[in-house]
């Protein structure tokens, strides 16, 4: 295969063809052996790969927000959503799960390792992904150090200052593990000190039922797109380009149903800091009252 048409550029069937082999490969994204390989293939210069490759993934990026998006209107959420999630969960008014995931890169250029390291010490970045009950991605976000907190992350990222309006102010919520923060719009576990009653036990398991739905995303997102065992470009940026550009694929490949085998990541300031304690315990405290809400229906149906 050629990597250029009768007027001396590159195809643009040859463009996706270079990218779909270099996230398949089960080599190391940006392996110096697996990229002369894949250019090999298809004809061309190391430096033409490298300018076909940041092509496509800056295009995969341009179209993200039409491939990946929350819905905006009630009646959306609640067909595309919230429906369907109940159906398989029996948890009420579920519109999606959120949780992160590892992505393993190399030491960023002119960063320290203990920056990126996480708690297992391998340099990686975290993907925040929020899916939908089809394991198709709605949200995500990616580019925080592995070291950060979920909740953190969770806070950094840009569906954060706009999820209590998206859920209809808590009418509906978002599920995730106990290390997210308890919210109305965000219920996690009740944590289990020894004195969780039957009722509040049967709540866990059927958000642990429902929250099976994100972590199966990332494993098929891995899955498909096996550079994702470890991104090893040198700048952040780029790693993080890439990883949201598979995560298109990923949802483009679900809605035209390739599936492929799920593989087993001072005073001033003080006064400030009260008063954001100050908001963050009445939000948690709504959210104690929700999850307890939530619990009744589950154990009254």
């Not at 925040?128 to 925080?144: E, M, R």
């Not at 929250?211 to 940026?237: A, C, P, T, W, Y």
Request: aromatic share 10%.
């Amino acid at each position: 295969m050629t990597a250029r048409n009768k007027s001396g550029t590159e195809d643009e069937n040859v463009k996706i063809a270079i990218f779909l082999n270099l996230i398949g490969d089960d080599g190391f994204a940006a392996n110096k052996s697996s990229i002369r390989d894949i250019s090999d293939r298809f004809n061309m210069s190391l430096s033409t790969f490298h300018s076909v490759e940041m092509r496509v993934i800056s295009f995969f990026i341009d179209i993200l927000p039409k491939i990946i998006n929350f819905p905006r209107t009630d009646y959306v959420i609640i067909i595309a959503l919230v429906y369907p999630y109940n159906i398989l969960s029996g948890f009420p008014n579920i519109l999606d799960s959120v949780d992160g995931s590892y992505i393993e890169i190399r030491t960023p250029s002119h960063k320290l390792k203990s920056t990126y390291t996480n708690r297992h010490d391998i340099p990686c970045v975290t993907l925040q992904g929020i899916c939908n009950a089809k394991k198709k991605f709605i949200d995500v976000f990616t580019g925080p150090p592995g070291k950060i907190h979920d909740s953190r992350i969770f806070k950094l990222s840009f569906i954060s200052s706009e999820i209590a309006t998206l859920t209809n102010n808590g009418h509906y919520h978002l599920i995730g593990d106990s290390a997210y923060p308890i919210r109305e719009w965000l219920l996690t576990p009740f944590k289990d000190y020894g004195n969780v009653t039957e009722q509040q036990k049967n709540y866990n398991k059927k958000l642990s039922r429902a929250r099976v739905k994100i972590e199966n995303s990332f494993v098929l997102l891995k899955g498909r797109f096996r550079q994702l065992q470890r991104v090893d470009f040198h700048k952040v940026l780029k790693s993080s380009q890439f990883i949201l550009a598979c995560c298109v694929l990923h949802n483009v490949c679900i809605e035209f149903n390739d599936n492929c085998e799920e593989i087993a990541i001072e005073d001033n300031n003080a006064t400030n800091i009260n008063n954001v304690v100050d908001r963050e315990n009445e939000l948690k405290r709504l959210g104690e009252l929700k999850r307890q809400y939530v619990c009744q229906i589950i154990n009254n149906n």
